[in-house]
């Protein structure tokens, strides 16, 4: 599975938007890309994933670049809670065969 | 949405003693399911992919007869530690993937994790 680079920690102001990107230049045609954030002593929670284009739901965008080179992922009006740390993984396929492998995420701090 | 349980969500046990980690997926049938271990400060490292059924496939320098198995059931894995010492004490985490062509198959589902101290 292609490697994925995040920048360590981003700040966020309360009700602002929080842009997260993700580098994945080695991805390959048939690779998703995943998004999970883990708050504190939890377990991870699933975000949003796409292949190509630009998906949405209720959490969150996810904002995939032509290339499919790097993404973004928008948590539209931040909060407070949504303090975590933020994977962005790339995998082959879905259901069972597709293990997610995590990096080092970008831990977003939410400031008042 | 899908629903994964643990059990315990902690435990403190002695040093050379067993333990054993329960993974439930609450409302939907996981064919596989994969066990993690967490330690402070650092991300999920992927230890096993558990299938119903069949033996675990573990990840490469992670001791198959040291960490334990058992998905007997659509529903339950087990993670047990064997002979735990200190350095087990971690945060394990497992996830659970629905059955083809259901809803949740195209999705992880975390549990809440267990947290392991061992004295």
């Known amino acids: 599975d292609a490697k994925t680079t995040q920048p360590p920690s981003m700040d966020c102001a309360e009700g602002r938007a929080a842009n997260l990107p993700c580098n994945h230049s080695t991805i390959s045609g048939n690779e998703y890309v995943y998004w999970y954030r883990q708050i504190h002593s939890q377990g991870p929670q699933y975000i949003i994933h796409?292949?190509?284009n630009n998906e949405t739901n209720e959490m969150a965008s996810l904002i995939i670049t032509e290339d499919r080179k790097s993404s973004t992922l928008i948590l539209p009006h931040a909060t407070l809670r949504d303090t975590a740390v933020y994977y962005c993984i790339v995998r082959v396929g879905g259901g069972n065969t597709g293990k997610l492998i995590f990096g080092q995420g970008t831990t977003l701090q939410v400031k008042p | 949405g899908a629903v994964v349980s643990q059990h315990p969500s902690w435990v403190i046990c002695k040093s050379g003693t067993s333990v054993k980690i329960e993974c439930r997926s609450l409302?939907?049938?996981?064919?596989?399911m994969f066990w993690y271990r967490q330690f402070p400060k650092q991300s999920l490292m992927l230890m096993a992919t558990?299938?119903?059924?069949?033996?675990?496939?573990?990840e490469q320098g992670v001791e198959k007869d040291k960490f334990l198995i058992n998905h007997a059931s659509l529903t339950l894995s087990t993670l047990t530690v064997t002979s735990a010492h200190p350095e087990d004490s971690s945060f394990y985490i497992c996830?659970?993937?629905?059955?083809?062509?259901?809803?949740?198959?195209?999705?992880?589902?975390f549990g809440p994790g267990t947290r392991l101290t061992v004295l």
């Open positions: 996830s659970a993937v629905g059955t083809p062509g259901s809803g949740s198959y195209n999705e992880q589902f």
């Open positions: 796409g292949l190509k």
């Open positions: 558990s299938n119903e059924g069949s033996k675990a496939t573990y």
């Open positions: 409302d939907f049938q996981a064919t596989t």
